[in-house]
C-alpha cells in the first residue's frame, strides 16, 4: 500500500474537521465525559503513513465515545502550532520534527529573530496536551507520549520494525534506491532518539513509556490499526469505570 495524496489529504480534512467541531463549546460539551487519546511513537519505516489512516477510520467507526470521529496530528500540527501562539510563519521549519532546532546565540536572542528553541519546545508540549485534554485525538511524534504522560486520558503506542523491512518500506514510499533509504532511516532514527534524550530526558525505546510496544513487520496497516485500536478502547473502557468507582468512593 502506498501512501497517496488522497490519504494525506483525508488527514488533513480529518484534521481541520475536528478543529472546527471540537473547538466549539457546544460540540465538546456532547457525547462521554471521558474522551481518550493516543501518542505514538514510531521507527522510521515502520509504516505509520498507511496505518494513520487506517486508524482513523477504525476509531471512527467503532469508538462511541464522540459522534465526532477522530483526527491525526503529524507535521500538520505545525500550522496549529503557530496559530495557537501567534508566532511568524518564519519559525514554521524550525518546529518540523525530522530538522534540527536552530542554534540560538546570543546575537540572534539580541535580534529576536525567532524564539529560543527551548520555547519551541514548550509551544509544541503545549499544543499536544490540548489537543490530548479534548480527547478523540492521535498524536504522531515529537515525544507526545513524554509530555502527556501524566494525563489519564492518554493511551502511548510504540511502533518499531525489523532495519531490513523497514528501509524496503521507506525505500518504495520515496521511490529511493535501498542505499539513500538506509541513510534516511539511520539518520532520522537517530534524529528523533536524539530529540526525546534532549527535551524528555529519556530513552525513545524505553518500553516503560508505552502501553504497548508492537512490531508491524508481518502485519497489514488495517491489521495494525485494528490491534492499536481494541487495545486503546479495552484501556479507557477500563480507565473510564476505574474514575467513576474513584469518584463514588470520594463522595461516600
Known amino acids: 500500500m502506498v501512501f497517496t495524496m488522497s490519504a494525506r489529504n483525508f488527514l488533513l480534512d480529518r484534521m481541520e474537521h475536528y478543529l472546527r467541531t471540537r473547538l ?11 474522551r481518550p487519546a ?28 464522540t459522534d465526532l470521529g477522530w483526527a491525526l496530528f503529524n507535521q500538520g500540527m505545525i500550522g496549529k502550532i503557530i496559530e495557537d501562539h501567534d508566532l511568524p510563519k518564519s519559525v514554521a521549519p524550525f518546529l518540523a520534527e525530522n530538522t534540527k532546532f536552530p542554534v540560538v546565540n ?10 529560543s528553541e527551548w520555547t519551541l519546545f514548550n509551544y509544541s508540549a503545549d499544543t499536544i496536551r490540548n489537543l490530548c485534554r479534548m480527547g478523540n485525538v ?5 515525544a507526545g507520549n513524554f509530555v502527556t504522560a501524566d494525563m489519564e486520558n492518554t493511551f502511548h503506542i510504540r511502533l518499531v520494525g525489523s532495519q531490513s523491512k523497514r528501509i524496503q518500506h521507506t525505500a518504495s514510499r520515496h521511490e529511493i534506491s535501498i542505499e ?4 534516511v532511516v539511520r539518520e532520522t532514527d ?12 529519556s530513552a525513545i525505546n524505553a518500553p516503560e513509556w508505552y502501553h504497548l510496544v508492537l512490531n508491524t513487520d ?18 479507557a473502557n477500563q480507565k473510564e469505570i476505574q474514575t467513576k468507582e474513584n469518584t463514588r468512593e ?3
Open 38 to 65: 493516543l501518542t505514538i511513537s514510531r521507527e522510521c519505516g515502520a509504516g505509520m503513513d498507511n496505518i494513520g489512516c487506517a486508524l482513523v477510520n477504525y476509531l471512527s467507526e467503532v469508538d462511541d465515545s
Open 250 to 252: 470520594y463522595i461516600a
Open 180 to 183: 539513500r533509504a538506509t541513510d
Open 106 to 115: 546570543l546575537l540572534e536572542e539580541l535580534l529576536n529573530l525567532h524564539p
Open 138 to 142: 492521535i498524536v504522531v511524534g515529537r
Open 190 to 201: 537517530k534524529s528523533r532518539k536524539n530529540f526525546v534524550q534532549r527535551y524528555a530526558r
Open 24 to 34: 466549539s463549546e457546544e460540540s465538546f460539551s456532547k457525547g462521554k465525559s471521558f
Open 218 to 235: 508481518d502485519f497489514l496497516p488495517e491489521t495494525v490499526a485494528r490491534i492499536i485500536g481494541d487495545s486503546l478502547l479495552e484501556w
